[in-house]
């Protein structure tokens, strides 16, 4: 979850029509525009250098040359900023870089820049993290160097570990699992149970993908909603999500799996094993993900892979759907994108998940395992929904919607009726 700049320059002539009225408008445009492109050009340069040099003291932990870059008269600002960089003492960086996307104030002794943060965990990210930042910096002197003043998220963009509080780092054998505020231990065993998913989504999904997992642990619910930019509402009862980019706009960040520890917490050893399961299918399905699957897809096949090498029974696994089933409340469709809204009513979240689970098991059962993964990546091959999901069951398992929903109707009955 990087912004551009673009030239906003307008221009307008007034007076007489002659070409020699026009010529000099166009040259008086021309000189008035010049110097102040290029100090926007000049200060974003030297911007970026005041930005290389905090970069290249976050990746040695050098913390004199870290505050050497920022404004000496900020007192509060740096004692936050020595204690930030003290919270990354432990996590594995690869690479940390700034981008500076747009300078305002450019021929003041004052800027705001848009920046974007990169940065990449060291054997587990493939592609940088990135984080929308704005940075305030002032310049102390005629000639002297930019000093950062103030760095803060840009609006909507969630915020970072590090921010929360000094990072424990915990590594396995397929993952790496970073927590802040939460016992040592508890953080080993989230990392056993993420090395157990990694293997267990790789037998279900064959297709080339990391084979590893990040997971963040931060210390509350209100935290957890921190690091995705979200109401904490949408999250009490949530174990964890997967954060990551859908759409096919071919820039794939990393994936983070998100744990709220306090939900998670409640769980026992089956709970546990199934929720990171299901969110390290994520993490692997994801370059095959677009804005054209349906969520009862993605969100069936992930737990299709949780539950694969489980025992417990559809009634077990489905009860809400199955008392409803009972009930004679069969659903007359398959679950919509709505229906797994985290704020909504938990009952139908419940039986959307329930529902999208039976209806992968309907077409590993019908077709087979080969084709529903290849339903799912013909499905997440569009760029956009309309059409896709009819287009793939066509090519791929050679139905339409109307059968497979007849055929999943009757599929609720015989497993949970």
């Not at 040259?27 to 010049?34: G, P, R, Y």
């Not at 989230?190 to 999904?205: F, I, K, L, M, Q």
Request: include cysteine; proline fraction near 5%.
């Amino acid at each position: 979850m990087a912004a551009g700049t673009r030239d906003t320059r307008r221009g307008r002539t007034r007076g007489r029509s002659t070409a020699g009225a026009v010529l000099a408008g166009l040259l008086f445009a021309s000189a008035c525009a010049a110097p102040r492109d290029t100090a926007d050009r000049v200060t974003a340069e030297e911007i970026g250098v005041t930005l290389d040099r905090r970069a290249t003291a976050v990746m040695a932990h050098d913390t004199k040359a870290y505050l050497a870059a920022l404004d000496p008269r900020a007192e509060s600002f740096r004692a936050a900023q020595r204690t930030e960089l003290r919270n990354l003492a432990d996590v594995p960086l690869e690479s940390w870089a700034y981008k500076v996307n747009g300078v305002s104030g450019a021929g003041t002794g004052r800027v705001s820049a848009d920046v974007e943060l990169r940065y990449r965990f060291k054997g587990y990210d493939n592609a940088p993290m990135s984080s929308s930042r704005t940075v305030e910096l002032v310049r102390r002197g005629a000639d002297g160097p930019w000093y950062i003043a103030a760095d803060r998220a840009a609006e909507d963009t969630p915020g970072l570990l590090w921010q929360q509080g000094d990072v424990e780092v915990v590594r396995g054998t397929h993952s790496l699992v970073l927590g802040v505020g939460r016992p040592a231990e508890e953080l080993r065993r989230v990392a056993d149970t993420a090395d157990r998913a990694v293997p267990a989504v790789s037998g279900a999904w064959p297709e080339p993908w990391a084979r590893r997992v990040v997971v963040l642990v931060p210390e509350s619910v209100d935290d957890m909603a921190g690091l995705l930019g979200s109401p904490v509402e949408s999250y009490r009862g949530i174990a964890a999500v997967t954060t990551g980019e859908v759409g096919g706009s071919g820039r794939r960040p990393a994936d983070r799996v998100i744990v709220n520890p306090q939900a998670y917490g409640m769980l026992g050893e089956f709970g546990r094993r199934v929720v990171l399961t299901h969110e390290t299918t994520h993490v692997a399905t994801r370059s095959h993900t677009s804005a054209a699957t349906p969520v009862w897809l993605s969100e069936g096949f992930a737990d299709l892979t949780a539950y694969r090498q489980e025992s417990r029974t559809a009634q077990e696994l489905a009860p809400d759907l199955a008392e409803a089933v009972r009930g004679g409340d069969l659903p007359a469709r398959l679950p919509v994108d709505e229906d797994f809204g985290f704020g909504g009513d938990a009952e139908t979240l419940a039986k959307a998940y329930e529902g999208g689970w039976l209806a992968c098991e309907l077409i590993v059962r019908d077709w087979g395992e080969e084709e529903l993964i290849a339903f799912y990546k013909a499905v997440g091959a569009r760029s956009g929904r309309d059409g896709a999901v009819e287009h793939a069951m066509q090519n791929v398992l050679g139905t339409t919607p109307q059968d497979f929903t007849a055929r999943w109707r009757d599929y609720l009955r015989d497993r949970l009726g």
